[in-house]
C-alpha cells in the first residue's frame, strides 16, 4: 500500500527554466508536507514545508503547492540552477505522529 | 557545528554476526529516527525514539533493535544481519516541539552490505 508517489523518477530541465515535482498521497490524515533534497553520498536536508491549512508556500526560488482535494502537492524551482541537481523526496505526515512516509524520490538534472 | 554522526560509514559483514551502527546528535534534539535507502522504494522508517527510553516501530521494524538510554544517542543493532538488510542506512533527529518540530536532520548515511 503506497501512500506517497512521486510518480516521475527522473526528469531534466535546462539551467534558468522551472522545474515542476509532484508528490500524489491517499491518505486524508496527512496534514504536514515536507520536501527534502538529496545529493549523492549526504543525507537529505529539509527543504520547505506546507501545512495543509495553506495551499501554497514560498521560499526564496522554492514554491510548494497543495491541492487537499486532489490530494496533490507539488514543488517548483524558478529558476532551475545546476546546483539543485539532486534528488527530492516529499514527506507528508500527521500532526501529533511521528511515523514519517517518504516517497520514492525524483532525480532532477538541471542541464548547463 | 550542529550536526548527526553515524558509524561506521561504511561495513561489510557476515550473516548472523552481530552489529550496531551508532548514531549521536549535538543539537539536544527529542526526536530520532533511523530510515533505509532502497532503490526503488524511498526512506523507510525502521524505529523512532519521542524520548529517552520511550521507543517505537516504523514502517519496516523486522530484524532491527533500538535503544534510547541517552538523549543524545540511539544505536542501531542488527541482532543477526541476513543479506535483504543490505542497504543505506540513515539516521535523523528533529526536536520534535515548537515551530519546527519536524524538520529533521540527517546523518551522512551508512552504507551496510551483509554477505
Known amino acids: 500500500d503506497q501512500q506517497v508517489k512521486q510518480n516521475s523518477p527522473s526528469l531534466s530541465v535546462q539551467e534558468g527554466r522551472i522545474s515542476i515535482l509532484n508528490c500524489d498521497y491517499t491518505?486524508?490524515?496527512?496534514?504536514?508536507f515536507l520536501w527534502y533534497k538529496k545529493y549523492p553520498a549526504e543525507g537529505p536536508t529539509f527543504l520547505i514545508s506546507i501545512s495543509s491549512i495553506k495551499d501554497k508556500n514560498e521560499d526564496g526560488r522554492f514554491t510548494v503547492f497543495l491541492n487537499k482535494s486532489a490530494k496533490h502537492l507539488s514543488l517548483h524551482i524558478v529558476p532551475s540552477q545546476p546546483g539543485d541537481s539532486a534528488v527530492y523526496f516529499c514527506?507528508?505526515?500527521?500532526?501529533?505522529?511521528?511515523?514519517?512516509?517518504f516517497g520514492t524520490g525524483t532525480r532532477l538534472k538541471v542541464l548547463a | 557545528e550542529a550536526q548527526v554522526t553515524q558509524n561506521p560509514r561504511y561495513l561489510i559483514t557476515v550473516t548472523g554476526k552481530k552489529l550496531t551502527v551508532t548514531c549521536s546528535q549535538n543539537?539536544?534534539?527529542?526526536?530520532m529516527s533511523w530510515y533505509r535507502q532502497d532503490p526503488g522504494l524511498g526512506l523507510r522508517q525502521i524505529y523512532y525514539?519521542?524520548?529517552?527510553?520511550?521507543?517505537d516501530k516504523g514502517d519496516v521494524p523486522e530484524g532491527y533493535k533500538v535503544s534510547r538510554k541517552e538523549k543524545r544517542n540511539f544505536p542501531l543493532i542488527l541482532e543477526s544481519p541476513s543479506p535483504n538488510q543490505t542497504s543505506l542506512y540513515f539516521c535523523?533527529?528533529?526536536?520534535?516541539?515548537?515551530?519546527?518540530?519536524?524538520?529533521?536532520?540527517f546523518g551522512p548515511g551508512t552504507r551496510l552490505t551483509v554477505l
Open positions: 525514539s519521542m524520548n529517552v527510553e520511550v521507543t
Open positions: 491518505n486524508s490524515m496527512f496534514d504536514y
Open positions: 514527506a507528508p505526515l500527521t500532526s501529533g505522529t511521528y511515523k514519517y512516509i
Open positions: 535523523a533527529s528533529s526536536t520534535g516541539q515548537g515551530r519546527f518540530w519536524n524538520e529533521q536532520f
Open positions: 543539537m539536544n534534539h527529542e526526536y
